[in-house]
């Protein structure tokens, strides 16, 4: 397995829709283990395929407290959507920023496993949030979208402070 780059807001590809995934082989097995190495690494619940520059629609997640119940979605669909909830989200690919969406509380998602068979799910809190986010990615929308046009301009804003930051400190470490 390997780690992928995470892709960054305001990176465009972050912006593309996913295609189908119709090939259920040993590369998309790869990919769930090499996309799960890269979640757990970075301390996620959820990464969708788009964020590491891979446009599949192809998510993986895992809401376990314990971090050892890995769930793999392959081209996901939402059958029903009950309720409404706010949850104060992140996102891997806006890191360190946090704000409230509202989303369906309960919802029946229907997907694929890794090995191409059919399943379908009721979920509910922090599970139905994260399916729901992370399928968000698929069509090209990142939860700041949600947010006002000047508060995603504050957000572009404070990434690019950070990466400066970030990147200065490292030049500062440079060793010869």
């Known amino acids: ?9 305001p990176d465009p590809r972050l ?11 040993e590369d998309l097995k790869t990919l769930v283990g090499d996309m799960l190495e890269t979640m757990y690494s970075a301390r996620g619940i959820g990464l969708a ?3 590491v520059n891979v446009h599949k ?4 997640l895992d809401v376990s407290e314990t971090q050892d119940q890995p769930r793999v979605y392959v081209n996901p ?7 409404e909830q706010v949850h104060e989200e992140g996102c891997l690919s806006v890191p360190g920023i946090y704000a409230n969406v509202k989303r369906a509380e309960n919802i029946i998602v229907r ?8 399943f379908e799910e009721q979920l509910e809190g922090l599970h139905a ?25 504050m957000v572009r804003k404070k990434l690019e402070k950070q990466r400066k930051a970030a990147a200065k400190e490292a030049e500062d470490h440079l060793v010869i």
């Open 57 to 60: 629609r192809l998510l993986v």
């Open 129 to 153: 949030v994260c399916v729901q986010h992370e399928m968000d990615h698929l069509v090209g929308r990142l939860f700041v979208d949600y947010l006002s046009p000047l508060k995603r301009n």
């Open 111 to 118: 997907a694929l496993n890794a090995d191409g068979e059919k």
């Open 15 to 25: 912006k593309t829709v996913a295609e189908p995934v119709e090939s259920f082989d």
């Open 49 to 51: 395929a788009t964020q």
């Open 77 to 83: 669909e939402i059958m029903e959507r009950e309720g």
């Open 1 to 9: 397995m390997a780690k992928l780059k995470i892709l960054e807001f």
